[in-house]
């Protein structure tokens, strides 16, 4: 697939949003393709990273959403919302495995999420516990929303995901008895980045592992053309106060590589960034890229599919296939982890 990309309307909306990549893959795959990318809600500059949070006590209390369209907060049981995120993040169509290994990291994402916003609250979200903003946290549809974008497959593939979140809802991940940060992504470059790479901070249960069968998935080498005028205008936008060369070619070269594929370090100009940098400025699929200058565009190739740490959708959905059940995925993605119930 080549996206070409050379209008100023993707300029003003890569400006407006802090996650483009995510706006730009969150239709629903179940729905639209078999393909995903998941919501880009965690960032470098996420205090999630680092902050520590008391020992999990697992509740049936129905979550606070806060509706952004709407301003209003209500109160969503712990079965529907995450039934909802797994409607939102995972193609319906996946193994029951993998829906199932889905449900309990968002189930995990929400619990850690809920107990971050009572410990530190963002005065943004009110009483809520998160908001249905996908880029700042995971993506979650009503089950009006799951209606209108299932369609006539409705019934079918809502049926399929809440007999999967039925089976393990009593579940979360935890680390040093932490809700862990379930971080996810729809595929790897053929093995998983950590969150030290994509993030600066390390993080003991996301490193890098096996997910070769990510190489299969669909679209897993893309392309995205953008003209040399864009790419100017972009870069100055981004990059404050940058000195771009009279050569294009000059204007973007990659350096080292991660052993997963992330690009480390870009000089751009007269600065240094990183490749996520770059994927975000350009809304790139991923940060495994390579670039080249001709006929007055700049090519990007990417390999994989989101930010590539944690959890590879396709990873896990291949698991399944092969007859893995949702504990063996979760332990795969998720180094050291313990998986607890309440029961």
């Known amino acids: 697939m080549k996206i070409i990309i050379a209008s100023a309307a993707f ?44 020992a999990p006590a697992i509740t049936q209390e129905p979550y606070r959403v806060l509706n952004c369209s709407t301003g209003e907060i209500t109160e969503v049981s712990v079965r529907d919302y995450v039934i909802g995120a797994v409607a ?56 009006e929303k799951i209606s209108h ?16 979140v039925d089976e393990v809802l009593p579940y979360i991940i935890t680390y ?21 790479n994509m993030w600066g901070a390390e993080v003991n249960y996301l490193v890098p592992v096996n997910s070769k069968s990510d190489k299969e998935a669909p679209n897993y080498i893309d392309e995205a053309e953008i003209s040399k005028d864009f790419v100017k205008a972009r870069l100055e936008k981004v990059f404050e106060g940058i000195q771009l060369d009279d050569n294009p070619e000059k204007w973007i070269e990659t350096g080292e590589k991660s052993p997963s594929g992330t690009v480390l370090e870009v000089t751009v100009g007269d600065k240094k960034v990183t490749g996520n940098d770059i994927r ?14 001709k006929d007055d565009n700049f090519i990007f190739t990417t390999r994989g599919y989101g930010h590539g740490v944690g959890m590879s959708q396709y ?18 993605y998720y180094s050291d982890c313990e998986i607890i119930c309440d029961k």
């Open 11 to 54: 300029l003003a909306l890569a400006a407006a949003v802090p996650a483009l990549p995510a706006i730009m893959g969150n239709t629903p795959a179940a729905a639209k393709s078999e393909e995903t990318e998941t919501t880009e809600h965690i960032s470098a500059e996420s205090n999630e990273i680092t902050e520590s949070i008391e």
């Open 88 to 143: 939102a993040e995972m193609p319906a169509s996946f193994e029951e495995e993998a829906l199932k290994a889905q449900a309990v990291a968002a189930h995990t994402y929400a619990e850690r999420q809920r107990n971050l916003q009572r410990k530190a609250p963002d005065s943004t979200l009110g009483n809520a516990d998160f908001s249905d903003d996908p880029n700042k946290y995971q993506g979650f549809f009503t089950k």
């Open 149 to 164: 974008y299932f369609g006539n497959n409705y019934e079918t593939y809502y049926n399929k995901i809440a007999a999967a």
């Open 176 to 196: 040093n008895d932490e809700p862990i940060i379930a971080a996810f992504h729809s595929m790897s470059s053929g093995k998983t980045e950590s969150a030290e």
């Open 280 to 293: 975000q400025a350009f809304g790139l699929r991923s940060a495994d890229f390579t670039v080249e200058y």
């Open 315 to 332: 990873g896990a959905n291949h698991m399944a296939k092969e007859g893995k059940d949702w504990r063996e995925i979760l332990e795969h």
